[in-house]
């Protein structure tokens, strides 16, 4: 056929459904030519549905090569402004005029929603997907090649690439990569449970109390240093800039610190139960080998005063229960003779 699903994509393994229980050859009387109508009318269709399922997969990789692109400059305008809070309300408006939108922010700016707009989470998430493939290449240079760690990239998700950039710390973020690397398949929802783990949460909390705390440092050093200036005075905008910096920095630290006591809880809460759940098993061993032992301290004995007397006599047994007997002696010699091996 000229044209074959492999026309438009690779997934060979694509299956197509149509329904042809509609086409209508009642008015030929002759099975020949039912069968070959059926069998043309089907295929009519098979085209039809496999043209409209390639057209789906050949969008959806334009617009996830879209995304990528946007991802990075995105990211890149990012980075240029990070380190001016000033801006981030020009920022948003920048964004806003692009078509973007973000409710909870651009609301409160008096913005109206644009038609067809793009949500600044997608932004957000397409950003942090690059940068975590940027990353990826950063760490695993020298033990991958680049086109490898590119296929590995490339195999995780955008929401899962965001995820790990966003919910684990540096270090977490590492051990994560290395594991990409040796071949672990990470799905987006692989991705959302690993950013559920409290020591994963902690882990990132503490990292982000860090830079906190530097954050408050140079809003505190700012505060010193515009008190100290006659030239700007309590009405000036700087000086409100600055003080409205000093007292969020500050409120930052506090709710990072609170943050990381209920988290830190919350592991010692997990820890406790993983602890209780091992007590419960080792008592439930405790208790099982007590009976064990017990029946043992008889039976074992017993059993080989038996299999002693069944020795003697074995060739007065019938055919049948004796190579009954002696397929159980061989299990059991073969079991005590593992046993004997490892002690």
């Known amino acids: 056929m000229f044209l074959s699903i492999d026309s438009f994509f690779s997934d060979e393994s694509a299956i197509i459904n149509v329904d042809s229980s509609g086409i209508d050859v009642s008015f030929f009387t002759d099975e020949a030519d039912q069968s070959f109508l059926v069998t043309n009318g089907h295929e009519l269709l098979r085209i039809d549905s496999k043209a409209e399922y390639a057209k789906e997969q050949i969008c959806k990789a334009i617009d996830q090569k879209a995304e990528d692109a946007k991802g990075k400059i995105i990211y890149e305008i990012q980075e240029r402004f990070k380190n001016d809070p000033k801006l981030k309300g020009g920022l948003l ?3 806003h005029s692009l078509g973007y939108w973000d409710n909870a922010s651009m609301t409160k700016m008096g913005l109206e929603k644009p038609e067809n707009s793009t949500s600044m989470t997608a932004a957000f998430k397409w950003a942090n997907a690059y940068r975590a493939a940027l990353e990826m290449h950063e760490k695993l240079a020298g033990s ?3 086109s490898e760690i590119q296929s590995r990239a490339a195999a995780l998700s955008k929401t899962a690439l965001a995820r790990i950039y966003t919910s684990c710390s540096e270090k977490d973020r590492n051990n994560l990569y290395q594991e990409i ?3 672990r398949q990470i799905s987006a929802a692989d991705a959302n449970e690993i950013s559920k783990s409290p020591e994963i949460k902690l882990s990132k909390a503490e990292e982000l109390l860090a830079a906190a705390r530097i954050r408050k440092q140079q809003a505190e ?6 008190k100290a200036d006659p030239e700007i005075t309590p009405k000036s905008s700087e ?3 600055a003080v409205d910096n000093s007292l969020h920095a500050a409120e930052s630290v506090e709710n990072w ?3 990381i006591s209920e988290l830190q809880a919350q592991v010692e809460a997990k820890e406790a139960e993983l ?8 008592l439930q061993r405790q208790t099982r080998i007590k009976l064990l032992t ?3 301290t008889i039976g074992v004995p017993q059993a080989t005063a038996d299999l002693n007397k069944y020795m003697k006599d074995a060739e007065y047994y019938d055919p049948d229960t004796r190579r009954h007997f002696d397929d159980q002696i061989k299990v059991l010699a073969d079991m005590c003779g593992d046993y004997l091996s490892r002690i």
């Open 93 to 95: 408006r920048y964004f």
């Open 294 to 296: 017990d029946a043992l």
């Open 181 to 183: 690397a040796e071949g």
């Open 275 to 282: 602890n209780k759940y091992k007590y419960d098993q080792d």
């Open 144 to 146: 991958l090649s680049p």
């Open 257 to 259: 610190e609170q943050k």
């Open 239 to 241: 000086y409100t800039q």
């Open 221 to 226: 050093e700012r505060w010193e240093e515009v």
